[in-house]
């Protein structure tokens, strides 16, 4: 293992100092011979944990591999990623997520953690093999049917009551099928305007509302993926005053973007669940700052060009968002003074560490050197074709940006230097 000595770097934007990086941990002692690392102006996190990641492999490396998803969660200053289940074959037994998870070891760049299905085929009909992938090589803790919802509320309760024996959490997309039949985009004004068919709020919120209340009575933890209406901040915020053992997530682009971008018809903005009003998005920001949401996951969608430079009714939902991700939380939530550089660390790396299973970051002697340094200053512009993704549906393509990931480094071994993967 190499051994670094980081300079001048300010943890959490603090007081600066120097961090010396040997055998894997953040030590302290003699630096000789370390390997110098110049992070004057630098500002230091724990390495990033993305709870939501699709890195379509298997089935679909046309849009992204685990070793291009990899490397494109590695510069956007993650060191964990958790892999969704909608592969194909999907990740519903032991044998496709351990080969996700070697895959990911392969790559070396990240900790790809594979989530596993909650249901076979992510049918809905009958509970996947949860306790097998559970025990595997893969350790799965986090299961989700994720873009198809967990809709019927008796498999569902038995799915919570199943991952209850092993710790594990069911990460539900809240979606209720019914009444987002041929949705092409939020419903409200700017759909009706465009006579594009609607995604009402209602259809997230009632399955929200379900799940509570279903994850308390059995006991057992229920986490939301990407929500996205102000109602479902409430709804949050409710169970969690009552003590359900709730978790949830919200992504980059719902905390900036609004639905007023599908008046261009360019389908890279859509998305599922949809772009919301401007009152959602406060409302989704508020709910992060004062932790209804626990954590900013992705929700990283890369898909290949045909199935996303067609017209909007054609067009696959998802956008990129490994690389951008913590700028746009910068801009949408430390430039609005709604939360610090440590408040952005426990929403981008110690709570989605915690509900994944996995290890506590931090930036203490003795923990694992998995960091990412920040140039606050920086201000840059996303360029499809320079992603390190095979696709390019990134809605932030001449948008400027705050904030630049510099380096990241994976248990004391770098991935990222001077903003390009080491390998």
């Known amino acids: 293992m190499s051994t670094w000595l980081i300079k001048g770097v300010a943890p959490y934007g603090g007081d600066p100092v120097d961090l010396l990086v040997a055998d894997g941990v953040i030590a302290e002692g003699s630096a000789a011979g370390a390997q110098v690392l110049d992070a004057a102006g630098l500002v230091a996190l724990p390495g990033l944990v993305d709870l939501h990641t699709h890195l379509r492999e298997p089935g679909r490396e046309d849009a992204e591999t685990v070793q291009t998803g990899s490397r494109a969660a590695a510069l956007g200053g993650y060191t964990a990623v958790h892999a969704m289940a909608n592969t194909d074959p999907v990740a519903d037994t032991a044998g496709v997520v351990e080969q996700v998870w070697r895959l990911g070891r392969e790559a070396g760049l990240v900790d790809v953690r594979p989530v596993g299905a909650v249901t076979v085929g992510l049918r809905g009909e ?5 306790g097998a992938m559970a025990d595997s090589a893969a350790r799965v803790r986090v299961f989700s049917d994720d873009g198809m919802a967990v809709h019927d509320p008796q498999l569902m309760r038995r799915a919570l009551e199943y991952v209850k024996a092993f710790g ?6 809240a979606e209720e099928p019914r009444l987002t039949e041929g949705a092409q985009m939020n419903e409200g004004v700017v759909a009706a305007r465009l006579g594009l068919t609607g995604w009402p709020a209602a259809a997230e919120e009632a399955m929200i509302a379900r799940d509570v209340l279903l994850a308390a009575h059995v006991g057992s933890r229920l986490h939301v993926c990407h929500v996205s209406t102000a109602g479902s901040v ?7 005053a009552k ?4 978790t949830a997530e919200v992504t980059p682009h719902h905390l900036l973007l609004t639905d007023d971008l599908a008046a261009t018809y360019d389908p890279v903005y859509k998305v599922n669940p949809p772009l919301r009003t401007a009152q959602d998005v406060a409302a989704l920001r508020a709910g992060l700052a004062d932790g209804t949401i626990d954590a900013i996951a992705t929700d990283h969608a890369p898909h290949a060009l045909e199935d996303k430079e067609t017209e909007w009714g054609a067009a696959r939902p998802g956008m990129l968002g490994l690389e951008t991700a913590l700028s746009v939380a910068v801009l949408a939530m430390r430039e609005t003074g709604l939360l610090d550089w440590r408040g952005l660390a426990e929403r981008m790396s110690a709570a989605p560490a915690r509900i994944g299973g996995l290890p506590a970051p931090g930036l203490v002697v003795g923990a694992p050197a998995s960091l990412t340094l920040v140039d606050p200053a920086a201000r840059w512009t996303p360029d499809p074709a320079a992603s390190a993704s095979r696709s390019r549906n990134t809605p932030y393509a001449g948008r400027e940006l705050p904030a630049r990931v510099v380096a990241t480094f994976l248990r004391g071994e770098p991935t990222v230097l001077d903003g390009k993967a080491t390998r």
């Not at 594990?168 to 997309?173: L, P, S, T």
């Not at 409430?234 to 969690?240: E, G, M, V």
């Not at 003590?243 to 709730?246: E, I, K, L, Q």
């Open 126 to 130: 009958r509970l996947a093999e949860l």
């Open 168 to 173: 594990g959490v069911v990460a539900q997309h």
């Open 234 to 240: 409430d709804i949050l915020r409710w169970a969690k």
């Open 243 to 246: 003590g359900t053992r709730v």
